[in-house]
């Protein structure tokens, strides 16, 4: 596993992408490259894939100003890993409206 964060210098991200950067290092114990994106935009990619960010077009980084905060990307990378390791647990619709408690 590796990840990339992609950050805009001029918006100030340079820091908090840093931080992030030694925050999975540390809890994942992985390879975390930080590196100058493009104005307005805060990317986290793992292995490639975004799994983090604040707008992946002109549009959306306009639109949505600061970058996520370290909590909304780890809760985005845990549920990125859930879904792809198959730990994701849900209840498909049919069968979670057919489960009601007893006595209702």
């Known amino acids: 596993m590796e990840f990339r964060i992609q950050y805009c210098k001029l918006c100030g991200y340079q820091g908090r992408a840093e931080e992030l950067a030694s925050e999975l290092r540390d809890r994942f114990g992985v390879e975390a490259s930080v590196e100058e994106g493009l104005f307005g935009q805060f990317d986290v990619r793992m292995d490639g894939e975004v799994v983090a960010s604040r707008g992946q077009t002109f549009i959306r980084r ?24 198959g730990d994701a647990c849900a209840l498909p619709e049919a069968r979670a409206s057919q489960t009601k408690p007893e006595g209702s």
Do not use: C, F, T, Y
């Not at 306009?62 to 390791?85: C, N, T």
């Open 62 to 85: 306009m639109v949505a100003h600061g970058a996520p905060s370290p909590d909304e990307v780890l809760a985005s990378i845990e549920r990125h890993l859930a879904v792809s390791e």
